[in-house]
T-cell receptor, first 117, second 116 residues
Framework: AQTVTQSQPEMSVQEAETVTLSCTYD???????LFWYKQPPSRQMILVIR??????QNATENRFSVNFQKAAKSFSLKISDSQLGDAAMYFC??????????????FGKGTHLIIQP | KAGVTQTPRYLIKTRGQQVTLSCSPI?????VSWYQQTPGQGLQFLFE???????NKGNFPGRFSGRQFSNSRSEMNVSTLELGDSALYLC???????????????FGPGTRLTVL
């Protein structure tokens, strides 16, 4: 079974600064996808960024970027120029495909991101 | 394009009852997955339906079941409710099977189930 670990239950950052959220995963599969989801107080899960494991180039989406280290099975999220609207729970997730199908998304426990004004 | 919708948004039931939750995926999406979110266990995968067939199932007892209709709408049923079933139930849809190239999942707002 695959696992996703987020070692930081809570992080705090000053508005306009940069913060990095950590995520490690464990899988024996070679084909998989990694995601960061944001869940604000409204509870609506929103996809922030995704990374295909076969792509070496790190994904970026505006102020959000990832540092994907495949050998280390690490997938951290960097948020630049933090804004008050970034405050939310952030979940790292993995979708692993083993040819016969996938097992759905496996989520980490989440990191609560606080933005200090 | 309308997003994923879930009904009802809130539900209160008592132990022993059964409940049915509904999910309407984004138009054109054929895969629907269900997740349970609790403070203790976090987000856990329940099952995935694609083309009216259950394709994958998470580690949940048989009291949790579901189905998908020809229009891709999905329902999830929990029988003989227990206190521990209190949770936010999230539905997500995607164009193709989870794990495929078009596997980005779009989540609905969830159904908050409280079991008394």
């Amino acid at each position: 079974a695959q696992t996703v670990t987020q070692s930081q239950p809570e992080m705090s950052v000053q508005e306009a600064e940069t913060v990095t959220l950590s995520c490690t995963y464990d899988t024996s599969e070679s084909d998989y996808y990694l995601f960061w989801y944001k869940q604000p107080p409204s509870r609506q899960m929103i996809l922030v960024i995704r990374q295909e494991a076969y792509k070496q180039q790190n994904a970026t989406e505006n102020r959000f970027s990832v540092n994907f280290q495949k050998a280390a099975k690490s997938f951290s999220l960097k948020i630049s120029d933090s804004q008050l609207g970034d405050a939310a729970m952030y979940f790292c997730a993995c979708s692993m495909y083993s040819g016969g199908g996938a097992d759905g998304l496996t989520f980490g426990k989440g990191t609560h991101l606080i933005i200090q004004p | 394009k309308a997003g994923v919708t879930q009904t009802p948004r809130y539900l209160i039931k008592t132990r022993g009852q059964q409940v049915t939750l509904s999910c309407s995926p984004i138009s054109g999406h054929r895969s629907v997955s269900w997740y349970q979110q609790t403070p203790g266990q976090g987000l856990q995968f329940l099952f995935e339906y694609f083309s009216e067939t259950q394709r994958n199932k998470g580690n949940f007892p048989g009291r949790f079941s579901g189905r998908q209709f020809s229009n891709s709408r999905s329902e999830m049923n929990v029988s003989t409710l227990e206190l521990g079933d209190s949770a936010l139930y999230l539905c997500a849809s995607s164009l193709a099977r989870t794990g495929g190239l078009d596997n980005e999942q779009f989540f609905g707002p969830g159904t908050r189930l409280t079991v008394l």
